[in-house]
């Protein structure tokens, strides 16, 4: 056993059981920043916070929300909305953070796409983010299913039925997923339990995992300029803090992260106090009816862009039916962004300003994005579904040509 | 030595063995913890009476908690593999979830219209437009009279059954 002696203050004392000084400067005050990021770097930590906000207000929900058919929609709509005191502002908060962390996500991942912050040691960061983003995708529907509103059941239904498609199995997954033949209490009870529980302990995990990620690559900078950090560490720490390109995380970097944080809990705070309805559909202040469907169904903002590659394609080619052609564009564009440190074939880690042709892709990858989400949300007739049809298969496209567009780059720069 | 490394071996094998039984009979217990219920694979029958339904307009009834339009067809309405043929009467028969991805078509005038990615079904019940890649499915059926019994399989069920795989 290491030698204790008595300790002079709650610190030293700490210290000698934790070793709480090494850590510090490991996770704090010796972690080195480049000086050289802009306030998009910040989006980590403002999802850390806004990760903090759901889980802090769903604990409060979850002590008077009732997983069941026949209780949820009231215990939600008017027990947590009308009884609770404060009730409607943790249901806001909760709404709101679940809407605008997916806005950050976002941001966040595609800084770090024109950065190229996913490329030649890097990848990690990027897949671990991409797993992050997967299961925040499924931690945000399980929890849209649990008031049990119209727009709840059938988002339920229709992606639950997505499953249906995989050869073979499909049909009796769906009914396996579901607990029974329909959506219905077995359902809901399971995916209470997904949302409170498993997801987010998996998504606690994932966190850590993403931060670990980054202690070996370091994170980027706004020239992707490669830093020796230890160099530079040293010439910090000699004093020499205007000639070094790094600054510690803690006390120094993180005040402007907080600085931006300030800012956007104030957008946030904003939009929960006065413009909640944003995250709430009016249709799903309808009870759940499993014997009408709302006359035009669409799921949240965030899902409006993949939504529309699914049913972007909705004609027969050949012997593939539309449908199957849908499921398996969906997967793709799921699936496809977790492998773009492998798709792009540049062997330069540069920003997007700096890769001419990669520059053209990225912004209409951008626009295609924002398309495929405006049009997510109309009803999918006439001229719309063409659209939709051309924006999903552009998306697709613009993957297959990555490869050769970041080779073109590489090989005007004399590479 | 060598010895000593056999024993220790043997020691991770047998550990290794119980815990691939142990984890592979776990991984049933979960698999059937999400089963359906037994009470609900029971779940009732349903019974409708066909003389009453009007030509033309589709009534939806509800089995094991899911929509079943009921049709009958008019007249200038094509005739279909599918009919349910009673008193000469022709009926379509047909669950009424899309069968893309479990919406709820709506009747208008001739056709069931999805309204969730624009699927399209005509009065028999077959897909005509968009994403759905099958017709509307058949619920199993049984007949007694004027009566239509849901969740049994009747002989007039497995007569159209077998003509839509055909
Ligand atoms: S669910 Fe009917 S068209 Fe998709």
């Known amino acids: 056993m290491a030698k204790f002696t008595k300790a002079n203050s709650v610190g030293e004392w700490l210290d000698q059981r934790l070793n709480t000084t090494t850590l510090n400067k490991v996770l704090m005050t010796e972690y080195w920043i480049p000086k050289d990021i802009n306030f998009l770097w910040a989006m980590g930590v403002l999802l850390a916070t806004t990760f903090g906000i759901l889980v802090i207000s769903g604990i409060f929900l979850m002590m008077y929300y009732k997983p069941d058919v026949n209780l949820a929609f009231d215990s939600v709509n008017y027990t947590i909305m009308q009884e609770v005191a404060y009730g409607w502002l943790f249901r806001h908060m909760h709404g709101v953070a679940a809407s605008v962390v997916f806005l950050i996500i976002y941001i966040h991942m595609f800084t770090g796409i024109y950065y190229g912050s996913y490329k030649q040691g890097r990848e990690m960061i990027w897949i671990s983010g991409m797993l992050l983003f997967v299961v925040f995708s499924a931690a945000g529907f399980s929890g849209y299913m649990l008031p049990w509103g119209q727009m709840s059941y059938w988002a339920a239904m229709v992606i639950t039925n997505l499953f249906g498609g995989i050869p073979f199995i499909g049909p009796d997954l769906v009914v396996w997923i579901r607990g029974d033949f329909n959506v219905a209490d077995a359902t809901l009870t399971r995916f209470f339990m997904l949302h409170v529980f498993l997801l987010p302990i998996v998504i606690m995990g994932l966190i850590a995992f993403h931060f670990y990620t980054l202690r070996i690559p370091h994170v980027n900078n706004q020239d992707s300029e490669e830093l020796d950090f230890d160099a530079e560490a040293e010439k910090y720490l000699s004093g020499n803090k205007k000639e070094s390109k790094v600054i510690p995380f803690w006390p120094i970097f993180i005040s402007k992260d907080l600085a931006v944080l300030g800012i956007f809990l104030l957008f946030y705070f904003y939009l929960v106090f006065f413009h909640y309805e944003f995250a709430m559909d009016p249709v799903n202040f309808d009870p759940a009816d499993n014997m009408a469907t709302p006359a035009h169904i669409y799921p949240e903002w965030y899902f409006l862009w993949s939504y529309e590659v699914l049913r972007g394609f909705f004609f027969d080619i050949g012997p593939m039916k539309a449908f199957d052609i849908g499921l398996a564009a969906f997967g793709f564009a799921n699936a496809i962004f977790l492998f773009l440190p492998f798709l792009d074939r540049d062997t330069k880690i540069l920003p997007a300003h700096k890769r001419p042709a990669f520059f053209v892709w990225f912004w209409i990858l951008m626009a295609d994005l924002i398309v495929l989400t405006i049009w997510g949300k ?38 | ?49 066909l003389s009453a339904v009007k030509a033309g307009h589709p009534s939806t009834i509800m089995w094991r908690g899911k929509p079943v339009f009921i049709l009958k067809k008019t007249a200038d309405m094509q005739p279909n593999k599918r009919d349910l043929i009673i008193n000469g009467d022709r009926y379509t028969i047909a669950i009424g979830l899309c069968t893309h991805l479990g919406c709820i078509p709506a009747w208008k005038k001739t056709k069931w219209k999805c309204p969730c990615h624009g699927g399209e079904f005509n009065a028999s019940g077959e897909e005509i437009f968009g994403p759905p890649p099958r017709p509307l499915d058949l619920p199993p059926f049984s007949i007694s009279g ?12 497995k007569k159209i059954a077998a003509a839509m795989k055909a």
């Open chain 2, 146 to 157: 004027t009566k239509i019994v849901l969740g049994e399989e009747g002989p007039e069920y």
């Open chain 1, 378 to 415: 109309l009803p999918p007739t006439g001229a719309n579904a063409w659209v939709g049809f051309v924006a999903a298969t552009l998306f697709i496209v613009l993957f297959i040509l990555l490869p050769v567009i970041s080779k073109i780059d590489a090989k005007k720069r004399g590479a």
């Open chain 2, 1 to 49: 030595m060598s010895n000593e490394t056999n024993r220790r071996d043997f020691l991770g094998y047998t550990f290794a063995a119980v815990a691939a039984v142990g984890g592979a009979a776990s991984l049933v217990g979960m698999k059937k913890a999400w089963d359906p219920l037994p009470s609900v694979l029971s779940s009732g029958f349903t019974e409708f009476d």
